[in-house]
Structure formats: C-alpha cells, structure tokens
C-alpha cells in the first residue's frame, strides 16, 4: 500500500522507548513492543516515521489478510480458544480491541458465591433461551430464537443463513459436548464456568464476542436499537423493555451499543451479586 510522503508537522518519530510507554495504557504486555517496533520500523533506522506508522495503521484497519504483518500492531490477536473462533476465522477487530478498552477487568471481580440472587439471573437467561419451554436448552431452541428473529425483520436470502449460524454458534458456546441442559445443569454449570480462571483470562471474551455478534446482525461492530428490540423479541422479552434496557448499555448516548459497552454490562450481570446492579435486567425482568 503506498503512503504519501510529505511533511508533517509536530512530532513526526516514534522512539522504541515511546512505543513501550505507551503498551500500558492499553494493557499489552511490553515484551510484545519490540517485535511490533521491528515491524513498523520499515527502514530499519531506529525510528517509526509518520509515513511508517501511517502504513502500519492502514494495513491494519483496511486488510483482511490473516498473514498480514501488521495484524498484531495491537499485541496477540484474542479469540485463539472456544467455538467462536475455531475454524470459523480470525475474530473481527471491535473483539480483539474490547479487553483494551473495558474500564474493569474480569479478574478483578470477587469469585462468585452463588447466592440466590445470582441463580435468579442465571435461571432467567435459561428459561429465556428454552424456547419451547420444555424446561430443557437444545439446538432446537436456538433455531427456534433465530426463526423469530428472522420472521420479526421480514429477513430473505443469505441473511437467513447468517441469522441462524449466528445463533448455532451461540447455542455450541453454551454446550460445549451436550446435547441437552436442564435449568439446574445449566445454573450449576455456568456458576463452576465463570469462576474458572482461564475463563476469566481468556474465555469469557469469545462468550462475549459470541453473543454480540448474535445480536449484531448487520456484522457492523455495534448493536442498533433495532437490533437490540428484535433480540429481545427472539428470545419472548417483550419488546417494550428493550428501550429502557438499551439506554443503560448506551453509556455515551451515542444510540449504539459498542462491543466495550456490551462487554461491561456482560461482565456486570454474570458476576456480580448485587440486587441493585443496574445491569441485573440485561434479558428483561429477573424470574421469580
């Protein structure tokens, strides 16, 4: 790709000491700055130019190459486990960006006792996705959940595909090698999942891209209000609590859901344990 040369005003060189500063901010481990100095350092003098930078940055935004050089200017690429991202391809950039961009870590949250409260919220969400309600979560309750997203937007053609993979994928996260769940193997299940470590370090963001991508139907990298009511009505919340939930996973007011907003109201309902957390109705009212 080629970049303009000219003259640019201000500061117009990045020093290796600079860009190795600057990793922590966006909590990037500093020993993966020397490789991607390396990389944008294309004339090899010591230095990162506007020009290199630029180029750096263009390759990264606008190629799709998984052999791309510049694919790890951000460090490691995430989304390297679960069923999201194993062989379905690279993990889209709003995903790989989001665990640099939430204000509160998963590890920072205490573990999970499992009190009552908790157990609502998960039973919520199961008795939410058991479509049929027939007190078990199958595959062919989230081919229910995408038929009526699919029939809610009048949806024709690909999109139908795209719809129901969506959800398929949605349905292998949650799975893993079951067939079926009941609500008490679901709640007990995910209470032992979200305590693990390595779903805290790892996991939890393919889960969270997972079921952002499943309401992110245009695959824009943010959820509509649209997009949001017709989750909600996939999935038998009426739609009438979609406006006020929305304006809560809307903290900038923009009227679109960002992946670091989606990831901070995830993060919120599955572990925390407080009554009051604004994010306890993410999926409607709580059952009783």
């Not at 053609?157 to 679901?186: F, P, Q």
């Given at each position: 790709m ?12 990045i020093?290796p000491?600079?860009l190795?500063n600057g ?14 100095f390396?990389?944008?350092?294309a ?5 990162v130019?506007?020009?290199?930078f630029?180029?750096g ?5 606008f190629?799709?190459?998984?052999n ?5 200017a ?5 989304g390297g486990?679960?069923p ?5 391809g690279s ?16 590890t920072?949250?205490?573990l999970l006792t ?5 157990k609502?919220?998960?039973r919520?969400?199961f008795?939410?996705l ?17 038929q009526?997203?699919?029939d809610?937007?009048?949806v024709?053609g ?6 129901m993979n969506?959800?398929?994928?949605l349905?292998a996260?949650?799975a893993g090698?079951?067939t079926?769940?009941?609500e008490d193997e679901?709640?007990?299940?995910c209470?032992s999942?979200?305590?693990?470590r390595?779903?805290r ?13 499943t309401i992110?139907i245009?695959s824009?990298?943010f959820?509509?209000?649209e ?19 929305f304006?809560?996973l809307?903290?900038?007011g ?6 670091d ?9 599955w572990?925390t ?5 604004i994010y306890n109705q ?6 009783d």
């Amino acid at each position: 790709m080629d970049i303009p040369q000219r003259a640019s005003p201000g500061i117009s060189k990045i020093f290796p000491t600079n860009l190795r500063n600057g990793k922590p901010t966006l909590d990037i481990p500093t020993e993966c700055s020397k490789d991607v100095f390396d990389i944008m350092d294309a004339n090899g003098d010591g230095l990162v130019s506007i020009d290199e930078f630029a180029e750096g940055f263009l390759e990264f935004w606008f190629s799709e190459d998984p052999n791309n050089i510049y694919n790890q200017a951000y460090g490691p690429l995430l989304g390297g486990v679960g069923p999201r991202f194993d062989g379905i391809g690279s993990p889209p950039l709003h995903c790989t960006l989001m665990s640099q961009l939430i204000s509160k870590m998963p590890t920072d949250y205490p573990l999970l006792t499992g009190s009552a409260h908790w157990k609502r919220k998960a039973r919520t969400i199961f008795q939410r996705l058991d479509a049929n309600a027939d007190g078990y979560m199958t595959k062919e309750d989230f081919v229910i959940t995408a038929q009526n997203l699919i029939d809610f937007l009048g949806v024709k053609g690909e999109k139908v595909e795209h719809i129901m993979n969506r959800r398929l994928e949605l349905w292998a996260a949650i799975a893993g090698d079951k067939t079926r769940l009941s609500e008490d193997e679901y709640c007990s299940s995910c209470l032992s999942l979200v305590n693990e470590r390595h779903f805290r370090l790892e996991l939890c963001y393919t889960f969270i891209c997972t079921e952002f991508n499943t309401i992110d139907i245009d695959s824009d990298g943010f959820i509509s209000k649209e997009e949001h009511a017709a989750y909600f009505h996939s999935v038998n919340i009426p739609t009438t609590y979609s406006k006020d939930n929305f304006a809560i996973l809307d903290t900038d007011g923009d009227g679109l859901v960002s992946i670091d907003e989606f990831a901070e109201s995830y993060l919120e309902f599955w572990l925390t344990e407080d009554p009051n957390n604004i994010y306890n109705q993410n999926y409607g009212p709580l059952v009783d």
